[in-house]
């Protein structure tokens, strides 16, 4: 996807792990671990429930983890088909506290404008002539000032700049907005605002798993290897929290990039599941499943933001007090790069030309990495910042990636979206771009539930309760006063996996199954009849819910019903009343 988007964290000596170690074998005692793990340290519970919410007590960042040093590799793991052949592990740290503050400098009228290695940026290389301050540029030409487009890798570099007031300007998710605003908010001159949204990454980031991980679920209990405080790392934790899993579940093992995660994926048997980006995703897979030579026997990728593609946002945010001395050129920025998505559509060749330029990559492979983000254009940032149907917009968006944070231990007072976003400047061009049109969502062609069951595992099944009426298929939050949270929340799940199949799975209280059994086999049928059918009924009141409230295609929703075929308890029947949301890739057909 790009080369760096995590910051180099400095590993530690392997010494300290085994004193730690020996300490803990000699000790043997739940006092000891308690001193030196307290409660507050360790990673909390997520609840898929309340990933939208926002606890509101601080929270103490957790202590680094001894880094350890990374293992040898496998045989044949020299030819694998990673972009790097060396990485080093670290511990796990919360970002780096913020550097020192400073006014910002504004000199010959130009914006210095940090990216990374990101096919997402196209639109600003393309509008921009390059990466050079120049007169050459539409920026010059229609708004008098020029953009220094500086390749900052490092988002704590990138941070760092943005804060010393060499940089106008933050590159990053939204998720690392999300995990950067706490620090940045101490000083009101650099507490960031978001005015536009680039793109949603699509197919850049994925997780890459082992022959014996089947879906999301089974990655309880599991070592997944990543690069921490990055979109790599929202990416899994948003997935184990939609399958029910918390951080304290899994083994994380961090590397100092993503690109050095595939690497120890590769070198690594023990490592069950990797999150990294492309191509590194796409080439270790098994080489029968279309990765290159080299590539992890029985490997395959889970998931990617193919099908999770309004996960990952690409934003830019502005120091408050350049936004607000500078405002035209604000808007000048906001609507170059809408023009430069036109410019990269109609000549990406020559666009491909500029970024391997100033990325220092071949053309072919920056054409490639374009194929890797979905611009998103006038509209599709009207919907991201203003339409509160949409699933996936800003605020949950932030909402979610806040949560995930705070719960990890990364962040203690999460910063509300509304401080952050900024969307006057979009109603104030809405007139440039009137024509502009929301590009096409994916299809989803007729699916039938057998087909789906033999050829397809789920990328994830969430479970999520709702209680219904007794012989009612009605949604009614008078009887269940948690429904409303209940359809926000899969309706978070789908649109996040907006090209995924959602399928819902209606089950039914298991309480009276061995009465009815007493009463022999025809009346048994009788009742397992009636009883599929009134589970697929509220299966299917969920799906009409979905739609109503989030506008999501028809197709992409299915619904079915299990009668009390699929039981979770034989002893509390309470949990058997649910609905299961599997998501499915998009090509199960």
Partial sequence: MFSNRNGQLKPGGIILLILLALALLVAGSTKLREQLFPEAA?????????LKKIAGAPQAAPPAATPQAPAQPQAGAT??????SEYKYVGKTAPAAVGQVQSYAYKDNTVVFPINIWGGWAPIIAANNGFKANKDCLFFKEFGFQVD????????AARAAFASGQSHVLWGTLDMIALFAEGLAKDPRVFPRVFQQVDWSNGGDGVVVRAHIQSANDLRGKTIVLAQNSPSHYYILRVLAEAGISPGEVNFKFTD???GAARAFVDNSGIDACVSWAPDIYNIVDEKLGGKKGGVKGARLLTTTKDANNMIADVWAVRSDFAADHRDVVKGLVIGIFKG??????DPDKVAALMADGFGLGVEECKSMMGDAHLTNYPENVKFFTNADFAA???????AASYVYKQY???????????VKDSSVLKEVAALFAGAKEAPGPSFPPLQSSKLKIEAEPILTKTVMIQFAPNSADLDANYDKAIPQAVEEIGRLAASFGAARVVLEGNVDT???????REGPRVYQEFSKDVRELSEKRANSVKRALIDKFKFPREKISAFGNGWDNPISLTDHRQNRRVEVKVFPIESK
């Fill in 511 to 517: 309480s009276r199954k061995m009465e009815i059994e």
């Fill in 257 to 259: 990039t993503a690109f």
């Fill in 149 to 156: 487009l500086k390749l900052i890798d490092d988002p704590d």
């Fill in 79 to 84: 030819g694998a088909p990673t972009t790097v």
């Fill in 341 to 346: 998505m036109d410019l990269a559509a109609k």
């Fill in 42 to 50: 360790r990673p909390q519970a997520i609840s898929a429930d309340e």
């Fill in 409 to 419: 231990g990364a962040i203690g007072a999460p910063v509300r979206p509304e401080d």
């Fill in 393 to 399: 917009n800003f605020d949950r968006t932030w909402r």
